[in-house]
C-alpha cells in the first residue's frame, strides 16, 4: 500500500510539473513568438516576412495570400480566406494573424485598413475581422472567454463587443464576467475602411478603449476593460467565424473571403494636449 501511495505522489507531482511547464511555454510563445511591437506591414514585399508561422494561424497555403489590392492600384493586401470544409486551427474555423502578448497599463495603438467583397453575402453568424484576444490562465483551471475588444461583420453591419471582469477559474468556477455590444452600423460593401485602436488594458479606473473608424470616434471607454489575467489581450485580425464549429451541417454561406492591409501597432504617449505621440 506504500508504495502504491508514493507512485500515486509522484505521477501527481510529474503531472503538476508537465502541466506547469507547458503553461510556461504557452505563455513564453505569447511574449516572444509572436508578431512584434512595434511593427508596421503593407505586405509590399508580397510576402509574409514579418510574421513568424506561430503568429499564423491557418490551416492552408492559401487561406492566406498577398494579391494586389481590390480597388486600390499599386497596393497589396492579404485576402483571409476560411471556408467550412477546411481543417480546424485551434478548434474552430479561422484564417489570422497575431501579435504578442501586452502589459497591463500601458497604451497601444493599432490600425488596419479592411476591404468587404462586393460580393459578400450576409448572415447570422458573425464573421470576427479584428479582436484584441485574451492570454487565458490555463494554469487557473480558466475556460475560452469572449475577446475584451471584438469587431465584427454580423448581418449587414459592423458590430462592436466587448467583454471584462473576474474570469472563471477551479477556486471560483462562476466569476464575475460582463459583455456588451455597445456600437453596430451598417457597412458597405467593395470599399476600405480604416480602423484605429487605442487600448491601455486595466481592471482599473485607468483603462482605455477607443475606436475610430476613417477617421471618426465611434466608440470610447473608460474604466475596467480586460480579464484579470497575468498577460494583457494581444491584437488578432483575419477572418474567423466561431458559430461555424457548432453547426451539423454546413451553411448556406459556407466562405468567407476578408482583404485587409496597412497593420501597424506600436506603443504610444497621451501628451497633455491630448495628441497621441508615438514612443
Not at 477546411?86 to 476591404?115: C, M, N, Q, W
Not at 448572415?123 to 475581422?129: A, P, R
Not at 494583457?232 to 451539423?248: C, D, E, I, Q, R
Request: glycine share 6%; hydrophobic share 40%.
Amino acid at each position: 500500500m506504500h508504495k502504491i501511495v508514493k507512485l500515486a505522489t509522484a505521477s501527481v507531482v510529474l503531472c503538476l510539473l508537465l502541466a506547469c511547464a507547458a503553461e510556461a511555454l504557452f505563455l513564453s510563445s505569447s511574449i516572444f513568438l509572436m508578431g512584434r511591437i512595434p511593427m508596421h506591414d503593407e505586405f509590399a514585399t508580397r510576402d509574409f516576412s514579418q510574421w513568424s508561422r506561430l503568429a499564423r494561424q491557418i490551416c492552408c497555403n492559401d487561406s492566406a495570400t498577398v494579391l494586389d489590392a481590390p480597388n486600390w492600384k499599386s497596393k497589396s493586401a492579404v485576402k483571409f480566406t476560411i471556408d467550412f470544409h477546411d481543417p480546424l486551427v485551434k478548434g474552430s474555423h479561422r484564417s489570422e494573424f497575431r501579435l504578442k502578448a501586452t502589459e497591463f497599463h500601458r497604451l497601444y495603438e493599432y490600425g488596419l485598413k479592411i476591404f468587404v467583397p462586393p460580393d459578400w453575402q450576409s448572415d447570422n453568424n458573425q464573421v470576427i475581422v479584428t479582436q484584441m484576444h485574451n492570454v487565458p490562465d490555463n494554469w487557473r483551471g480558466e475556460p475560452g472567454l469572449q475577446p475584451p475588444l471584438e469587431l465584427s461583420l454580423a448581418n449587414d453591419s459592423w458590430v462592436i463587443r466587448t467583454a471584462w471582469g473576474r474570469a472563471p477559474t477551479w477556486l471560483h468556477p462562476k466569476g464575475d464576467t460582463r459583455h456588451d455590444m455597445p456600437w453596430s452600423q451598417p457597412f458597405e460593401r467593395g470599399k476600405w475602411t480604416t480602423w484605429t485602436f487605442r487600448t491601455k488594458w486595466s481592471l482599473d479606473d485607468d483603462g482605455i478603449i477607443e475606436v475610430e473608424k476613417d477617421g471618426h470616434a465611434v466608440f470610447q471607454r473608460r474604466g475596467a476593460n480586460c480579464y484579470d489575467n497575468l498577460l494583457a489581450p494581444y491584437l488578432k485580425f483575419g477572418a474567423y467565424t466561431p458559430a461555424w464549429v457548432g453547426l451539423s451541417e454546413p451553411p448556406k454561406i459556407g466562405t468567407r473571403e476578408i482583404y485587409i492591409t496597412d497593420v501597424f501597432a506600436r506603443e504610444v504617449l497621451t501628451a497633455p494636449t491630448d495628441r497621441v505621440v508615438e514612443r
